[in-house]
T-cell receptor, first 113, second 115 residues
């Protein structure tokens, strides 16, 4: 069974500084997703990482995947208030029935001025 | 393109009552998922449909939860009878049959409070 752990659970950021969220998973996963969730809202897809060494960037967010270390990171560059949200990573086991995703517990991000 | 639609958005019931949630996926999406998200946690998959067949319901508490997807489009999730621990947001998601990434697109969710 795939287990996904994120840390930290909560991240208080200062505007303009850089931060990283870590996502560790327990067994081989063939793809890794990052989602964003604003309070009271649903999940918005940010990135899908398909292979070892994959790196994707969108604005101030950059996600990477190291399948050997079973680790994905979400790096935030020069944080701004608009990035305040909860970020989830989710993995899919290789050959999983259908497309079952296992989510981490989330990292709540609060960017302060 | 219209997103995943869910209703109702909020529901408050007493324990032991029944409740049903409805989901309309993105047009053309063959796969539909129901997730339960308890406050402060990540979503947990309850059931997955491919067209109108069940692919995975291993984490669905079948003694009280049921789901169906008639004609491979809309889906309903029912809880009967509800318990206090069922208080959560129920998220519906869909993904296209074809597609390398199989990204799941989520609806706004139904927030259930069981008193």
């Amino acid at each position: 069974e795939l287990k996904v752990e994120q840390n930290p659970l909560f991240l208080s950021m200062q505007e303009g500084k850089n931060y990283t969220i870590y996502c560790n998973y327990s067994t081989t996963s063939d793809r890794l997703y990052w989602y964003r969730q604003d309070p009271g809202k649903s999940l918005e897809s940010l990135f899908v990482l398909l292979s070892n060494g994959a790196v994707k960037q969108e604005g101030r967010l950059m996600a990477s995947l190291d399948t050997k270390a079973r680790l994905s990171t979400l790096h935030i560059t020069a944080a701004v208030h608009d990035l305040s949200a909860t970020y989830f990573c989710a993995g899919r086991m290789i050959k999983a029935a259908g497309n079952k995703l296992t989510f981490g517990g989330g990292t709540r991000v609060l960017v302060k001025p | 393109e219209a997103g995943v639609a869910q209703s109702p958005r909020y529901k408050i019931i007493e324990k032991r009552q029944s409740v049903a949630f409805w989901c309309n996926p993105i047009s053309g999406h063959a796969t539909l998922y129901w997730y339960q998200q308890i406050l402060g946690q990540g979503p947990k998959l309850l059931i997955q449909f491919q067209n109108n067949g069940v692919v995975d319901d291993s984490q669905l508490p079948k003694d009280r939860f049921s789901a169906e997807r008639l004609k491979g489009v809309d889906s309903t999730l029912k809880i009967q009878p509800a318990k206090l621990e069922d208080s959560a947001v129920y998220l519906c998601a869909s993904s296209p049959k074809q597609g390398r990434t199989d990204t799941q697109y989520f609806g706004p969710g139904t927030r259930l409070t069981v008193l």
